[in-house]
Structure formats: C-alpha cells, structure tokens
C-alpha cells in the first residue's frame, strides 16, 4: 500500500480525536522531524494541533456549527480507479448550515460507455472542452483545503478523488471525513437510505437530477441538514459527530417500504 | 516516515534496475492493483515497464545519449526542511549533451537572514514580485516529468524539493537521480570536487556567478558533458551510468592541491 496512510497506529488515530497523544508517542511513531510531518499533513487536508503537551485533530476543538464541512459527489466512468476516471465533480463548501461556496467541473474523458451515459447523461463529446484530471484535481485539492469531507457513502468517493489525486502526481487526503448516509441511519427513519429514495421520501431537493454531480451534492446538503437537526444533544465538535455517524445505534427501520405501499395502493 | 519510498524492498528496487523483477514478486510486495500504482509511481517521476513478464526501470532500456537528464540547482535559506524554504531554482533539461529546455524562479520569502544573502546575493526584497513556493513547486514538476534528476551532491536537492513538493501537497519525488559529484570523482582527476574548485580548474562556466541557480547548472551542465567523454566504455543504458557513478572506483586525488601551488608560488 502507498501513500494511503498517516504511519499512526489505530490507537494513536483515536487518540487525536479523543484524549490526545503525547509529543512522546507521537514522536516514537514518527523518525521525522515533527514539525516537517504536521506541515506535510496538513497540506494533505489534515490539521493537527498541539494543545497542553499533547496532539489533536483541530476538530476535536470545532464545534459544528463552526466547522467548514465539504459535500462532494463525483460521477465516473466505472468503478476501478485503474480503468476509470472522474467524468464530472461538485462540491459545497458548508458552514453553519449556510452553502458559503461552491466548486463543479466536467473532466476532459475520450471515452464514455452507453451504459455510463444511460445514468449520467454525460457523453465524451460534452467534456470535449472540460479541463483533464490533472487541472480539476489540482483546483478542487484548493478548494478543499482542511474542510471535513462529506459524500452519501463517502468511502467511494473520498477513495476514488484521493486515488485520482494520486494519479496526476499529488499527495493523498488526509481529510477527515465523515458519511452522510451513515449519518442519516443514525438520525432519520427510513426503509431504505439511497439518495434518490431520501430526496423523494423527504423532498430534499425537488428539482434534482439524480446523478449529475451538483444535483446529489444539493440533495445531501439538504439531507446533512435534515440529520443536523435530528442529532443527539451530546454531540458538540465535529470529531463527536464523526464518532456518532460511525458509533451511534441505527434508527429502526419502518416494516414497510412506505413508497412501495403507495405504489401499490 | 511518511510518503518518501516506494513501498519495495532493497533487493526488488536493485532487480529494476537490473535483472527485472516478476510479477509474482512485484504483486507480493503490494496490495494495491498493480496497473494503478505504476501509474502513482509515474505520476511521481519514475516509470517501470514490462519486458518479458519482468519489471524494470524504464532507464534500463534508454541509452545515456537518448536519456532525457534534468540537471538541477536549488538555493535555500538555510538546510532545514522544517524552518527553511528554497529561494531559488534553476533546471535545464539535456538530451545527447544539448540542452533542450531550462526552467528557473526566484520563490517568494519573506525573510532571508544575512548570511544567506552574503553567500547567493538574494534579499528578500529580491523575491517580493516572484511566485511562491506552492506555484513553483507545481510548475518544476511539470517541468521535470520523469527525467533523470542531476545535481551537484544530489542528496540534497532532491530531499529538499521533494520535501518541499510534499508540503505544498504534491506527492514526494521518485526520479532517478544520479549525483555529478560523484560521477566525477570516478571520470576527472582533482584535488578537490566542490564546484566552485572543479568551474576553477577546468574552466567549467567561465560566467559563473557561483551560488546562484541557473550560473551553478550550466557549470554542472559542463561538469557532466566533461564526464561523460571519459565514461568507461561499459556504460551505455542510464541504469550503467547510475550504477558507475555509485559503484566504479574513484580516481586517485593529485597529492598537491593545483590551485593551492599556484598561488604559493
């Protein structure tokens, strides 16, 4: 495996989030400089910071509403970053509850599949004019910055955009991240946690266009939102509710797929 | 450590460059998909094909004439990666002893003490309409590729760019690099190998402004073509020569110092 990892073990990982790591360990963990190191990472999106002799995530310290959280979606051409490509991305950038700025880009792609078009809507020929990979990744790895990375099954895209930043030569993200759909498991009741079956159980954003990037990034902004308002009271920081979307018991799903029973009707 | 090597042991980097690696053996030492981290590790400046079910070093294939080398000089404002920062670069890039293309900038600072600017002539001042370092650093990547990285005690520049290239949030350098200074300690009779000594003795760049970028390249440009014409003939693919420069014998150093005799006399 290359590059994927800060070299912390798991248990030094939740330390930073929770009771904090001493320069010791951390410095055992490490052979170099360590101040070189917490620059290195945070130009791959983390920021850790030295409070009372010991290391922490910055957002064991941000609460919330504070906290600049990123929603992303992008559409690819496949699944396999080693035969796939990103085809389109969006991005949000969100800061108490408010949209405080936005990023979205076709990618230049020669060749898209049928069946790929079928769901996107994207043709080779409409990115013709788009920027390559290379351009798109170095503008979004900006507008990124240290924001908390969020996507609806985040793990897909956080993997595919950090491996795609690989690609043209830039270092993986370190972000933290966290899920909206594992969020709403734990914060809304639904028989099933699909994006298009949300937006249309919650009317989250009644003129989405289901996979094209924007439209699912304003979708599970709208969704964040909603689960916001759902949360538990013990959740203050943003390291709380990345434990809470990960940790916290799932809401019961109903019995009966309520769009199933009116389709039936 | 973070990010520095390819993830290979001593024994499988020495088979790419010389007996070529298997598959098997390629595949045991990673995890990820084989098609995609040879693309990282391009993206990074080294290129590996595959010859015969082996894998390689491109540069084992590529003749010393039809090599593309990318001869380097960086000024910094002290040694350490952590507190200090380049101030200057210069490249130009030779193929079959021409030069074909050169890049070099002044870098942004916003201090540089006195020493420094005693030894390279640079002021802060000097630097205050130039580009900084995150721009430079994603330009000379550009400008690199996957050339063969040269430099005059390459050790250091190559640590220090790509040390520099990770904080700005590129991935760190996989080049081949192969160190002038050693290559003439091997092919040019001298008491001493400094730069500033060998630019002396064998009036290298008889322009030099020594401690600049761009002055110390073209005197490393001349040092390498000087070199090159007296390479033991077994050298002939860019792997030959790195393997020479780290491996053949060093010539034996005049017991008096030339220049030292001169003005003694």
């Given amino acids: 495996m290359i590059n994927n990892d800060i070299c912390l073990d798991a248990k030094s990982i939740h330390k930073l989030s929770s009771g904090g790591l001493s320069s010791k360990t951390l410095k055992e963990q490490i052979d170099d400089d360590l101040e070189f ?35 992303v979606d992008i559409e690819t051409n496949g699944s396999k970053i080693e035969k796939h490509q990103i085809i389109e991305i969006a991005a949000v950038k969100v800061k108490n509850g408010e949209i405080v700025d936005s990023y979205e880009s076709l990618v230049y792609c020669n060749e ?27 503008d979004f790895k900006v507008f990124l910055g240290d924001a908390v990375f969020i996507a609806h099954d985040v793990k897909f ?3 595919f955009i950090s491996q795609s930043m690989q690609k043209v030569g830039l270092a993986p993200l370190l972000n933290r991240n966290l899920c909206s759909l594992s969020l709403a498991e734990r914060t809304i009741e639904s028989y099933r946690y699909a994006l298009s079956y949300l937006n249309e159980i919650f009317s989250l954003n009644p003129s989405a266009t289901h996979h094209r990037a924007m439209s699912d990034v304003l979708t599970t902004y709208e969704l964040f939102k909603l689960s916001l308002t759902n949360l538990d009271e013990t959740v203050e920081t943003v390291e709380d509710l990345i434990k809470f979307t990960k940790e916290a018991k799932r809401l019961k799903r109903p019995k009966f797929d309520p769009l199933l029973k009116e389709s039936q009707e």
Avoid at 39 to 58: E, P, R, V
């Fill in 37 to 71: 190191l917490l620059q290195l990472w945070h130009s791959q999106g983390l920021q850790i910071t030295k409070q009372h002799g010991s290391f922490y995530f910055a957002t064991k310290f941000i609460s919330v509403e504070d906290a600049e959280f990123c929603i």
């Fill in 112 to 138: 898209i599949n049928p069946h790929i078009t079928e769901i996107t809507g994207i043709t080779a020929e409409d990115t013709k004019d788009a920027p390559n990979l290379k351009r798109v990744m170095y």
């Fill in 157 to 159: 895209d956080y993997k």
